[in-house]
């Protein structure tokens, strides 16, 4: 079978070792990733978190890729929540090791690539390819690139995002993705440029996110604390804002101070504990973290310190996420877009790929001439409705970030102290997540119902 990839994200990267790891020389002809950045550094971007599920997937099918990501990575399963005001809302663990065998972690995604990079071999990933949409085309998919040319393949793994072509052509466009009317805003700072009380805060401090009426701020490290690293990893942090902004920002052609204005009169006046000196420490991120790039061209630092703004794109849910022949298969974004609110997108990628590569093993073995009918569907029974609970968490996350007015903080503010009094069991069902667990219970015959009982 010969397999094309569209998309080198974390989604297409996860696909590749799963199916390279999941099935034989046998089944495979070959894979090949195609990707419309020119290289993997263009594929940066700013910092992640990788919640415990997404480390279990990604250690089932590349444990070198994860013990890479750990090296570099900063816990951050500790959230502290306040307010405008400088209020401590709560603190809340969200994905402990003690509990899920895996701790949340912050890192830059530009490590996560570097990570599920290694080890694919260079022929199967072609850089500055663009997919312009697929077909099928007896018992095969033709794959058509923007200069015109087409090549045949067995599958097509759509993994090419929240504005993915291949989704546009299997639904005639009629899904895309459309702007959300929030934004985000962010980068990285290099560790020593902050105050010192900050820069003491992240020895005790995972995440501080902050709501006020007029947005959302949010900063952790994203790096290893200085001391516990390897001596090459220079300490960094991330920070982001989100808001709402009516048009969609032209991220493209960006008036940094344009930008650093709006930050400012937006969080400039936010309070915390470690303002010290009259130096208010959201006034001081904004300041620091609104750079133009310094040559955006040639940029190869992992964690470019320059602003980026990034508009939020959402699709709606898809009646599927395959063609009916199964020879057509969306992943990550492209099935399912996922907003940042739940930090969930990039594992939710890597499970749907472990999830499809062991149906495919199973249904060769067993159905051969079905087997990617088969699959599909049987991908979809299990990852669909796993995903729309996540979505719903998702949007009832994203609606906290929105401008409120004095009542609607209140009312914010008092349920961050509730939920922040929740047990931590309540993100279980995703940070206990198995991919192979699931697909096992899946496949097990199931009982059969009996007419009357015994
Ligand atoms: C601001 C922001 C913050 C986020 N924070 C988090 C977080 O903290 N934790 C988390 O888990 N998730 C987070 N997410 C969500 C996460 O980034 C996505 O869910 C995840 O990247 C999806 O991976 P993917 O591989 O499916 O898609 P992508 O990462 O979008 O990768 C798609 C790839 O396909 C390529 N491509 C696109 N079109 C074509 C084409 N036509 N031809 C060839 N190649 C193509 C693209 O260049 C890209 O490399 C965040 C999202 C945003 C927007």
């Not at 998309?7 to 790891?21: D, E, F, P, T, V």
């Not at 949409?133 to 759509?158: C, F, H, K, P, W």
């Not at 993705?177 to 985000?184: E, I, N, R, S, V």
């Amino acid at each position: 079978m010969k397999i094309l990839i569209v998309g080198g994200g974390i989604g297409g990267l996860s696909a590749y070792h799963a199916l390279r790891k999941h099935l034989s020389a046998l089944d495979i002809s070959s894979i090949t990733i195609l990707e419309s950045h020119e290289s993997p550094v263009r594929t940066l971007g700013g910092g992640l978190g990788l919640a415990p599920n997404g480390q279990r997937a990604i250690a089932s099918i590349a444990p070198d890729a994860l013990d890479h990501i750990l090296e570099h990575s900063f816990p951050g399963s500790q959230m502290t929540f306040r307010n405008s005001s400088g209020s401590l809302l709560g603190i809340f663990s969200s994905g402990r090791k003690e509990r899920y065998g895996y701790e949340m972690v912050m890192l830059p995604r530009a490590v996560v690539h570097e990570a599920l990079l290694s080890g694919i071999p260079e022929q199967d990933i072609r850089w500055g390819v663009k997919v312009k949409g697929v077909q099928e085309s007896r018992n095969q998919v033709s794959v058509e690139y923007s200069d015109g040319s087409t090549e045949m393949a067995d599958l097509v793994i759509g993994a090419d995002g929240v504005r993915s072509a291949v989704k546009s052509s299997l639904f005639d466009g009629k899904f895309d993705a459309k702007y959300d009317g929030l934004t985000g805003v962010g980068g990285f700072i290099d560790l020593e440029e902050l105050p010192n009380a900050l820069q003491e805060s992240f020895q005790t401090n995972g995440v501080t996110m902050t709501f006020g009426r007029s947005g959302f701020f949010g900063y952790s490290m994203c790096s290893p604390l200085p001391h516990s690293q390897p001596s090459t990893i220079h300490p960094f942090i991330q920070w982001w804002s989100i808001y709402e902004c009516p048009v969609i920002p032209d991220s493209k052609n960006l008036d940094y101070d344009a930008v650093k204005a709006q930050l400012l009169s937006r969080h400039g006046s936010w309070k915390s504990p470690y303002d010290e000196d009259g130096t208010r420490i959201y006034q001081t991120i904004i300041q620091l973290g609104c750079r133009p790039p310094k040559d955006p061209e040639s940029t190869t630092s992992r964690h470019d310190t320059s602003v980026m703004v990034l508009p939020r794109f959402i699709t709606p849910r898809l009646p599927s996420w395959s063609a009916s022949s199964g020879r057509i298969v969306l992943m990550g974004d492209a099935a399912h877009t996922m907003p940042p609110d739940v930090g969930q997108g990039v594992s939710c990628a890597a499970e749907d790929a472990v999830v499809y590569a062991l149906l495919l093993k199973h249904y060769l073995a067993s159905s051969p001439d079905q087997a990617l009918v088969l699959t599909a569907k049987a991908y979809e029974d299990i990852r669909k409705p796993h995903i729309h609970h996540i979505l719903d968490v998702a949007k009832r996350n994203g609606d906290a970030k929105k401008e409120k007015g004095w009542l609607g903080e209140v009312i914010r503010d008092f349920a961050m102290k509730i939920v922040c009094k929740l047990p931590e069991s309540l993100n279980d069902a995703v940070f206990t997540y198995d991919p192979e667990a699931e697909v096992t219970a899946y496949l097990q015959p199931k009982p059969r119902s009996r007419l009357w009982p015994l």
